[in-house]
């Protein structure tokens, strides 16, 4: 089958493994600038799938972790941040290719000379040096509409994270955490431009790199910032917003079309469609599983912040439009976008429905609607407990158990050994590294590639939402009035500045009956009323439900003083699938050194869903006190290797391939316990 660009070319597509096995060696230095004919410009829109991480310099006291921010003040990625995960997403199909088209720095070996590359360059090389990459990338803006204003910051979120200590089953000492974070449906600007000194684009292989990689992004296979495995990063590029040029610098009329004076015949630029890029994206295979989903009774993951008298909240999150799968044709979740007559389409939930209070300029009114969300990275949590208890119970080892006579440094080194003890969980959900002590010495020195896990989760949102001003009053803050009134700008703050400490979003009024200790009025009828007849609203068209709770005085048996509290309890809220992804890449490295722990985490991993699928995981908060049961209608499995079209788990249960992964499990397992007992 001929391609658009063997059709172009008129030669056959080369394919990438009959490249060279060396890159091309630049051209000695010869007192000029490198050749330049031909290029190629992108410029694009990548659409946020989940919230967006990528860290900067903040002084936010409300996170540990703050968002990068450009010299405006404005919210973006840096092009080094860009140009770092596009390179390594090409490096997994074209290997030490890249180089040629995304530069290289060489690193010395230990003894080497001056100016000596590290490696083995090719026959005829004369420099050994680096070079500068031929392919450039722009800053990435991060705005609410493709082509529009920066986004507003009063739009960031903040996630809070914690550890579990494997045997309290509390949070872990010294580990908490908050990351703010870019909410799902914003856009991010994409430019980028491929130069090359080829007479033509047929004898250029980086343009077949550069087009799949577009593919890639297309695809939606590539994640962008940090916790990638943990629900963040995931982003598209709209094929409707893409914009690809092909000019030709060889000659005068090309050079003025590129600067945008039209000359002679028109001929200097030529620009393609999304049709002629190459139907394959990047390798890199992965197992994307989808499990269908209904609550059994509330799920919720806790917010960070107590509503005006209610105590616990569901963590809510904004969404920007829709979030749906284009470019795989699969149908979107349509979600409410209507808002009150009179207002703008957005409104500022400041810092996000967990964040801080942030500046707001005169004239926005950002009003977006808001999901619950049970985050990636408590779903992963979750899936690790699990295969821990797996593990644990098979090998009969429990967690390493809390000494209160241990130095206060050495806590957070225990619940560091809890989660690195099983390598084979290690592989699945990552490590941080092994601790340079003499049992993890073998694995330490074993050159495994212990870091970033295989498993990603997705995060999950409601497919119903709320009106960012219903939570701003569980918040408590202030009363709304007909015309929505913009915060007071401070003075010496510029318009795009960061929140400042003073401006929280979570300063609620005082409560009735003033401070403690001190008299005050009781809370009027006619407020009580309203707010009892806004909780009936929640219940009636989200299925919110505000349940309260005492604790039992042990001696009396009534109600304990002052240990009444209430939650927001989502009863009747519909959820989308949970989506999984397993990076073959990654198991594939782990198999190089020792093929049985990778299947061995593929076995773990089957464990895992047959576990979720036969309701014995339960996800978030309060699932000690009847919350996160769930019961699951199917199991989708799509691209399990050797398991060429199946798609459901008892399938793939019942499949050859899963009785080679239970033979090496045993395997695994035997290996492990004489290790054990020779310790």
Same mark, same amino acid.
């Given at each position: 089958?001929?391609?658009?660009?063997?059709?172009?070319?008129?030669?056959?597509?080369?394919?990438?493994?009959?490249?060279?096995?060396?890159?091309?060696?630049?051209?000695?230095?010869?007192?000029?600038?490198?050749?330049?004919?031909?290029?190629?410009?992108?410029?694009?829109?990548?659409?946020?799938?989940?919230?967006?991480?990528?860290?900067?310099?903040?002084?936010?006291?409300?996170?540990? =972790?703050?968002?990068?921010? +450009? *010299? &405006?003040? !404005? #919210?973006?990625?840096?092009? @080094?941040?860009?140009? /770092?995960?596009? $390179?390594?997403?090409?490096?997994?199909?074209?290997?030490?290719?890249?180089?040629?088209?995304?530069?290289?720095?060489?690193?010395?070996?230990?003894?080497?000379?001056?100016?000596?590359?590290?490696?083995?360059?090719?026959?005829?090389?004369?420099?050994?040096?680096?070079?500068?990459?031929?392919?450039?990338?722009?800053?990435?803006?991060?705005?609410?509409?493709?082509?529009?204003?920066?986004?507003?910051?009063?739009?960031?979120?903040?996630?809070?994270?914690?550890?579990?200590?494997?045997?309290?089953?509390?949070?872990?000492?010294?580990?908490?955490?908050?990351?703010?974070?870019?909410?799902?449906?914003?856009?991010?600007?994409?430019?980028?431009?491929?130069?090359?000194?080829?007479?033509?684009?047929?004898?250029?292989?980086?343009?077949?790199?550069?087009?799949?990689? =577009?593919?890639?992004?297309? +695809? *939606? &296979?590539? !994640? #962008?910032?940090?916790?990638? @495995?943990?629900?963040? /990063?995931?982003? $598209?590029?709209?094929?409707?917003?893409?914009?690809?040029?092909?000019?030709?610098?060889?000659?005068?009329?090309?050079?003025?079309?590129?600067?945008?004076?039209?000359?002679?015949?028109?001929?200097?630029?030529?620009?393609?469609?999304?049709?002629?890029?190459?139907?394959?994206?990047?390798?890199?295979?992965?197992?994307?599983?989808?499990?269908?989903?209904?609550?059994?009774?509330?799920?919720?993951?806790?917010?960070?912040?107590?509503?005006?008298?209610?105590?616990?909240?569901?963590?809510?999150?904004?969404?920007?439009?829709?979030?749906?799968?284009?470019?795989?044709?699969?149908?979107?979740?349509?979600?409410?976008?209507?808002?009150?007559?009179?207002?703008?389409?957005?409104?500022?939930?400041?810092?996000?429905?967990?964040?801080?209070?942030?500046?707001?300029?005169?004239?926005?009114?950002?009003?977006?609607?808001?999901?619950?969300?049970?985050?990636?990275?408590?779903?992963?949590?979750?899936?690790?407990?699990?295969?821990?208890?797996?593990?644990?119970?098979?090998?009969?080892?429990?967690?390493?158990?809390?000494?209160?006579?241990?130095?206060?440094?050495?806590?957070?080194?225990?619940?560091?050994?809890?989660?690195?003890?099983?390598?084979?969980?290690?592989?699945?959900?990552?490590?941080?590294?092994?601790?340079?002590?003499?049992?993890?010495?073998?694995?330490?020195?074993?050159?495994?590639?212990?870091?970033?896990?295989?498993?990603?989760?997705?995060?999950?949102?409601?497919?119903?939402?709320?009106?960012?001003?219903?939570?701003?009053?569980?918040?408590?803050?202030?009363?709304?009035?007909?015309?929505?009134?913009?915060?007071?700008?401070?003075?010496?703050?510029?318009?795009?500045?960061?929140?400042?400490?003073?401006?929280?979003?979570?300063?609620?009024?005082?409560?009735?009956?003033?401070?403690?200790?001190?008299?005050?009025?009781?809370?009027?009828?006619?407020?009580?009323?309203?707010?009892?007849?806004?909780?009936?609203?929640?219940?009636?068209?989200?299925?919110?439900?505000?349940?309260?709770?005492?604790?039992?005085?042990?001696?009396?048996?009534?109600?304990?003083?002052?240990?009444?509290?209430?939650?927001?309890?989502?009863?009747?809220?519909?959820?989308?699938?949970?989506?999984?992804?397993?990076?073959?890449?990654?198991?594939?490295?782990?198999?190089?050194?020792?093929?049985?722990?990778?299947?061995?985490?593929?076995?773990?991993?089957?464990?895992?869903?047959?576990?979720?699928?036969?309701?014995?995981?339960?996800?978030?908060?309060?699932?000690?006190?009847?919350?996160?049961?769930?019961?699951?209608?199917?199991?989708?499995?799509?691209?399990?290797?050797?398991?060429?079209?199946?798609?459901?788990?008892?399938?793939?249960?019942?499949?050859?391939?899963?009785?080679?992964?239970?033979?090496?499990?045993?395997?695994?397992?035997?290996?492990?316990?004489?290790?054990?007992?020779?310790?």
């Amino acid at each position: 089958m001929t391609t658009a660009r063997e059709a172009r070319s008129g030669r056959p597509e080369q394919d990438p493994a009959q490249w060279p096995e060396a890159p091309v060696w630049p051209r000695p230095w010869a007192g000029r600038g490198r050749p330049l004919r031909r290029r190629l410009r992108v410029c694009g829109w990548l659409r946020l799938e989940t919230p967006l991480h990528v860290g900067g310099l903040g002084h936010d006291p409300n996170v540990d =972790l703050a968002l990068a921010v +450009d *010299g &405006q003040s !404005r #919210l973006y990625v840096p092009g @080094t941040s860009l140009a /770092g995960v596009l $390179r390594a997403a090409c490096g997994h199909t074209f290997g030490s290719r890249v180089t040629d088209a995304w530069g290289n720095v060489p690193r010395r070996q230990p003894g080497a000379r001056p100016g000596q590359a590290a490696g083995h360059p090719p026959a005829g090389a004369t420099v050994a040096h680096g070079w500068a990459s031929r392919i450039l990338v722009s800053d990435g803006l991060l705005t609410l509409e493709p082509d529009g204003a920066a986004l507003p910051v009063q739009l960031v979120e903040s996630r809070v994270g914690n550890g579990i200590d494997r045997h309290l089953g509390t949070v872990a000492e010294n580990f908490l955490y908050g990351r703010a974070v870019v909410p799902r449906g914003a856009w991010l600007r994409l430019a980028l431009d491929l130069e090359s000194e080829a007479a033509s684009w047929a004898d250029e292989p980086a343009e077949v790199m550069v087009t799949r990689l =577009l593919r890639a992004l297309l +695809d *939606g &296979q590539i !994640r #962008l910032g940090a916790g990638r @495995t943990r629900g963040l /990063g995931l982003v $598209r590029l709209h094929a409707d917003r893409l914009m690809i040029l092909d000019q030709d610098l060889s000659s005068l009329d090309g050079l003025l079309d590129a600067v945008g004076v039209p000359a002679g015949d028109g001929t200097g630029h030529r620009t393609r469609s999304v049709a002629d890029l190459p139907v394959e994206g990047l390798a890199g295979g992965r197992t994307t599983v989808e499990v269908a989903w209904r609550p059994l009774s509330p799920v919720l993951v806790r917010a960070a912040v107590d509503g005006y008298d209610t105590k616990a909240l569901p963590l809510f999150s904004a969404v920007l439009g829709e979030a749906g799968d284009p470019a795989a044709g699969t149908a979107t979740r349509r979600r409410e976008e209507h808002t009150p007559k009179g207002t703008a389409p957005c409104s500022g939930v400041v810092g996000g429905p967990g964040g801080g209070q942030g500046q707001q300029r005169a004239g926005d009114d950002p009003r977006p609607r808001l999901a619950a969300v049970i985050p990636g990275s408590s779903i992963k949590g979750v899936l690790r407990t699990q295969a821990e208890l797996i593990v644990r119970t098979v090998l009969e080892r429990d967690a390493p158990a809390p000494s209160d006579e241990q130095p206060e440094r050495e806590r957070p080194r225990r619940f560091r050994r809890q989660l690195e003890s099983l390598d084979v969980v290690s592989v699945l959900f990552g490590s941080a590294g092994r601790d340079p002590e003499p049992a993890d010495a073998a694995a330490s020195g074993s050159g495994l590639p212990w870091g970033r896990g295989a498993l990603g989760a997705d995060d999950c949102y409601s497919t119903s939402t709320i009106p960012s001003t219903t939570w701003r009053d569980l918040l408590g803050a202030a009363p709304r009035t007909a015309t929505p009134t913009p915060s007071r700008p401070i003075p010496d703050q510029p318009d795009h500045g960061r929140p400042r400490p003073s401006q929280r979003q979570h300063q609620r009024p005082p409560k009735p009956g003033g401070p403690k200790g001190a008299p005050g009025k009781p809370e009027p009828v006619e407020s009580q009323a309203a707010r009892k007849a806004a909780f009936d609203k929640l219940d009636d068209r989200y299925g919110l439900v505000r349940a309260d709770h005492v604790a039992i005085d042990r001696w009396t048996g009534g109600a304990a003083s002052g240990r009444l509290y209430s939650t927001l309890e989502p009863y009747r809220v519909e959820w989308e699938p949970l989506r999984l992804t397993l990076d073959e890449e990654r198991l594939r490295r782990f198999a190089e050194h020792d093929p049985d722990l990778a299947d061995a985490a593929r076995a773990l991993f089957i464990l895992v869903l047959r576990d979720l699928a036969a309701g014995r995981v339960r996800l978030g908060h309060g699932t000690n006190r009847g919350h996160g049961d769930l019961a699951v209608s199917a199991v989708r499995v799509i691209g399990f290797p050797e398991a060429d079209g199946v798609e459901d788990l008892d399938a793939l249960r019942a499949h050859a391939v899963t009785g080679s992964l239970a033979r090496a499990w045993r395997r695994y397992i035997e290996r492990t316990r004489a290790e054990d007992g020779t310790r």
